[in-house]
């Protein structure tokens, strides 16, 4: 009976985990349902009013409707179903989507990105690697081809970020159009409310909306999964009762035999009524760009099992209905429901409205992260609203921005369709740069032939370029709002790129020469005075020019010097354990050191208040390390992180140094501190007033350790002493001017443009959690 009880064991085993994976996924399938689906869910509100509008009004005919239901049945069953679930939904990076997850993944299979400060070593991340590089002789010679042309590498990145700003611009038109649909309602009903009221009602819930923010979705999450999932039951309910009581008929209009009849009939005005027609897919790009929170099978299961028949019924069910009311088209589904049910579908309809308008809020807070982590777009306050679900940010500027756009939207156009119009073309313009991504990502990451991506190029080209061709034929009723938006965002942008990469490349011209400090010997020509100075700077390797501005001026410096370079690397998140690269500048006795801090470009950066902490305990295993692995001396020499890196989960269990908390410790034993006393009695009240700049104070002490190199040793204690005397934060104060013999439009975007950002974005010391007591900003004129 043993052996039998052995071998039953690991089969039990399986199953019970593969039962644990299923129901792990259903749930979150479930909570996918408020997050990921709100907006696509309620496209119901608005479909067939915004296709049967203008000329085709003349055309309101029974076959009509069944050519307009078809459309939506193969619209839906393309694009989401086919295209995301089956195909897009498999290229996440690591576990993230969207537009800049596709970008990450071709960046890292080719050297297509634009960011500066890339090393060789970021590609040995964990997150780094996907699939194995084994390319074919065709898509190599496309992959060189596109790595020579620097001009294609931009147009590549204007286009990724062209799509943020649809998806920036789906954020001000979703809470718009979703609210204005649900409470129009109210129109039906016998008490009809003036269109002054209507307005009045959505603008006073939009704001409510938008207060609500800074709150976080955790606060109110729980509760959007069940809205959604009453929102889908009721519209099934409604869907099947209005196919059994109007019209059964309709079930025949899945055959494409009724979309061809359909442009028969309708012919130019069918085409242009497209622009309606895509309304049915708006929010699709969410299924991707959530991802994150979520995994492939939920949302998967999520879609194909409930989002997608209980839409298919709803819309099956409006058509049925309206065959036999075409007059009831304006308001077509508040209309189609049964009398004694209105109210509670009223109610809950705009409630999914908000859910769905919040999904896009939150996604647009991502996007400006991602933006900004590649460098397009200045420094905004990121808040973290969850402490268990990453990602969940709220970024207050561009909470207000949005606001006041979404506002001027809903009370300028007061109407759905033309607001419909122009969320039409945004939604349909991500959707092609998705499908134009995935073509790249076919070729370079897959490593599938270009034959088979040409393909799926070419078939949702054609579908996705007709509905976007009739898409631009609204942009005079309202489709230019979205450009408008997008052409702003843009650029911004640009400005911002521009002017941080003209910025960067001065740095890098003006590099301090390694030979002259060498030659200056371990003092530098100038006094050493105890502490560690933490001079910041965009660079990866060398010296940069503030350092030689700053001693030029104030000839002392601190005993220890440690270059930070805080940089964005093309993976979605790093972990704590490679975070840091740690390397030396110049021989030993210099004692001067490289930190470079890496962040991922959906990575928070948080004040864990134990930088410091981590920093001298990395510097001190890479010290022991290099002794007994040495490493050339040169300014590019470095460790890999995670050999170097210390989290702050195991800060206390390295063997480098004894850590005690310094609330344990004898002030009366402690080294000397080179702060006056004036100046720790400032730094005592600036503490006690602002209660946020509080770090965790330790105190580090060398184990004995008799086989000890003495040269380490005495390193590790000079860095001990420095660490007790104190940590500077040197930052440059840059101001960036273009030269006198620039074009006109190069002084334009330089010094009024970036001007501008620069002085009303947050500044680089608050973006980075720089203590401010500790802060040393050396100003310098950029001329770029």
């Known amino acids: ?321 309206l065959s036999k009311n075409l007059d009831k088209i304006p308001n077509c589904f508040y209309d189609s429901i049964p009398g004694p049910v209105f109210w509670p579908v009223f109610v809950i309809a705009t409630l999914a409205a908000i859910v769905g308008s919040q999904a896009i809020i939150t996604a647009t807070f991502s996007i400006i992260k991602q933006c900004n982590a590649l460098g397009c777009f200045p420094r905004v306050k990121v808040v973290h609203t969850s402490k268990n679900i990453y990602g969940q940010i709220y970024i207050p500027e561009i909470n207000w921005i949005l606001m006041i756009l979404t506002l001027a939207i809903t009370i300028g156009f007061q109407d759905t369709t033309l607001i419909g119009n122009a969320y039409g073309l945004a939604c349909m313009t991500v959707i092609l740069i998705t499908t134009f991504l995935m073509a790249l990502v076919i070729i370079f990451v897959w490593e599938k032939s270009i034959f088979l991506a040409a393909i799926f190029l070419l078939f949702f080209l054609f579908i996705e370029g007709t509905y976007l061709s009739a898409a631009l034929t609204k942009v005079p009723q309202g489709g230019w709002v979205p450009l408008v938006l997008s052409f702003i965002f843009m650029a911004v942008m640009y400005i911002w790129h521009y002017g941080t990469r003209k910025k960067y490349n001065f740095d890098l011209h003006n590099k301090v020469s390694l030979k002259w400090l060498i030659g200056l010997g371990p003092s530098l020509g100038i006094v050493r005075v105890p502490g560690i100075g933490l001079i910041y700077s965009e660079l990866a390797t060398g010296v940069p020019a503030i350092f030689s501005h700053f001693v030029t001026n104030l000839p002392a410096f601190h005993n220890v010097l440690v270059f930070v370079c805080v940089k964005s690397v093309p993976v979605p998140y790093v972990s704590p354990e490679e975070r840091f690269l740690i390397g030396r500048v110049c021989p030993r006795p210099y004692r001067m050191y490289r930190c470079i801090v890496r962040y991922g470009y959906k990575d928070i950066q948080r004040d864990v208040g134990d930088f410091e902490n981590q920093l001298i305990q990395s510097i001190a295993e890479f010290i022991q390390m290099e002794a007994v692995e040495p490493q050339p001396s040169s300014p590019e020499s470095s460790l890999d992180g995670r050999m170097a890196v210390i989290s702050t989960r195991n800060v206390e269990s390295s063997s480098t140094f004894i850590i005690s908390e310094q609330g344990d410790i004898d002030l009366s034993d402690s080294i000397q501190s080179s702060k006056s006393v004036a100046l720790q009695s400032l730094q005592s009240v600036f503490v006690d007033e602002d209660p946020q700049v509080r770090r965790r104070q330790v105190r580090f002490q060398l184990p004995p350790n008799p086989a000890m190199d003495p040269a380490v040793k005495d390193e590790l204690m000079d860095l001990i002493q420095a660490k007790e005397a104190g940590v500077a934060y040197i930052m440059g104060h840059s101001y960036v001017k273009a030269r006198k013999s620039s074009s006109f439009l190069k002084r334009f975007v330089i010094d009024i443009g970036y001007s501008f950002l620069r002085k009303n974005c947050r500044g680089p010391a608050v973006a980075l959690n720089i203590p401010h007591i500790s802060l040393i900003e050396v100003g310098m004129i950029y001329y770029v």
């Open 1 to 321: 009976m043993e052996p039998e009880s052995g071998i039953s064991t690991p089969s039990r085993s399986s199953s019970q985990r593969s039962w644990v994976n299923l129901s792990r996924n259903l749930i979150l399938a479930y909570q996918s349902l408020g997050v990921v689906y709100g907006d696509l869910s309620t496209s119901p509100l608005y479909v067939y009013s915004s296709t049967f509008i203008g000329k085709l009004e003349n055309n309101r005919t029974e076959e009509a409707i069944f050519g307009a239901f078809s459309l939506i049945f193969w619209t839906l069953t393309l694009i989401p179903l086919l295209k995301y679930v089956f195909i897009v939904l498999t290229a996440d990076d690591n576990g993230e989507g969207g537009t800049f997850a596709l970008y990450s993944l071709l960046c890292r299979h080719a050297k297509f990105s634009l960011l500066p400060n890339q090393q060789a070593a970021d590609e040995e991340l964990s997150t780094y690697k996907y699939g194995h590089p084994m390319q074919s002789a065709t898509s190599s010679a496309l992959k060189r081809f596109l790595e020579k042309h620097k001009k294609l590498r931009t147009a590549l990145l204007v286009v990724v970020l062209f799509g943020a700003c649809m998806v920036i611009g789906d954020g001000v038109l979703t809470p718009a159009i979703s609210v204005l649909s649900a409470v129009s309602g109210l129109q039906v009903t016998e008490a009809k409310l003036t269109d002054g009221e209507l307005l009045l009602l959505a603008c006073v819930i939009l704001v409510g909306l938008f207060a609500l923010q800074h709150f976080g979705t955790r606060k109110v999450a729980f509760m959007f999964a069940p809205i959604v999932m009453i929102w889908l039951v009721s519209i099934l309910s409604v869907g099947l009762y209005n196919i059994i009581h109007w019209n059964p008929k309709i079930v025949r209009a899945i055959s494409p035999y009724y979309i061809i009849m359909y442009f028969k009939v309708c012919g130019r005005d069918g085409w242009i009524s497209l622009g309606g027609i895509l309304l049915c897919i708006t929010g699709t790009e969410a299924m991707f760009a959530d991802i994150g929170h979520f995994t492939a099978l939920s949302i998967r299961l999520a879609f194909a099992f409930v989002i997608y028949p209980c839409l298919v019924i709803q819309y099956m069910g409006q058509a049925a209905f």
